[in-house]
T-cell receptor, first 115, second 114 residues
Framework: DTAVSQTPKYLVTQMGNDKSIKCEQN?????MYWYKQDSKKFLKIMFSYNNKELIINETVPNRFSPKSPDKAHLNLHINSLELGDSAVYFC??????????????FGEGSRLTVL | AQSVTQLGSHVSVSEGALVLLRCNYS??????LFWYVQYPNQGLQLLLK??????LVKGINGFEAEFKKSETSFHLTKPSAHMSDAAEYFC????????????FGTGTRLLVSP
């Protein structure tokens, strides 16, 4: 059983389209995250949800809209895709949102290519 | 603001040789520090973490790291490299309070030759 699973793993689309990436965790964790990894492998947090509530919202264009229907799921919808959105998007989860807890569990990533 | 700097985007070692991956941090408050490993086409996996207990931290797969406040460093070492250690390694820093928001370094690719 995969602990944190993301779909799709690969996504190729045209500029201007709208796309979604889905994430599910079966670890029973309260907190989920979206991270973006760019072409230089730099990883940056985008959002975090704790029990379906948004707790971290970094400086991300409002074309990106996360949704958490329940604490096991966190989806990412992107409107009007741009070339610069091409990246690998990682979903992660942790037992609590507290930094003292210390471990994030990552999914395998969703590679988005915008043409 | 916190940050980490990883010296060397690529490190090459021979199998059996010492592995040393460097990480220096900047933080205005005592930090928590982490090393994560990313194998090809996989997500990141925690190797080890420092959360203000012992300064020498042992992790999985024979890796360890030492927190040195005077040098603001948290270098990752392994006495003897295996081929299976070839991967991308990320150092990360977090505040020791509040919500978890890891700030990652730019990663170091470890290459292991036979």
């Amino acid at each position: 059983d995969t602990a944190v699973s993301q779909t799709p793993k690969y996504l190729v689309t045209q500029m201007g389209n709208d796309k979604s990436i889905k994430c599910e965790q079966n670890l029973g964790h309260d907190t989920m995250y979206w991270y973006k990894q760019d072409s230089k492998k730099f990883l940056k947090i985008m959002f975090s949800y704790n029990n379906k509530e948004l707790i971290i919202n970094e400086t991300v264009p409002n074309r990106f809209s996360p949704k958490s229907p329940d604490k096991a799921h966190l989806n990412l919808h992107i409107n009007s895709l741009e070339l610069g959105d091409s990246a690998v998007y990682f979903c992660a989860s942790s037992q609590t949102p507290s930094t003292a807890q210390g471990e994030l569990f990552f999914g395998e990533g969703s590679r988005l290519t915008v043409l | 603001a916190q940050s980490v700097t990883q010296l060397g985007s690529h490190v090459s070692v021979s199998e059996g040789a010492l592995v040393l991956l460097r990480c220096n941090y900047s933080s205005s408050v005592p930090p928590y520090l982490f090393w994560y490993v990313q194998y090809p086409n996989q997500g990141l996996q925690l190797l080890l973490k420092y959360t203000s207990a012992a300064t020498l931290v042992k992790g999985i797969n024979g890796f360890e790291a030492e927190f040195k406040k005077s040098e603001t460093s948290f270098h990752l070492t392994k006495p003897s490299a295996h081929m299976s250690d070839a991967a991308e390694y990320f150092c990360a820093v977090s505040l020791n309070t509040g919500f978890q928001k890891l700030v990652f370094g730019t990663g170091t690719r470890l290459l292991v030759s036979p």
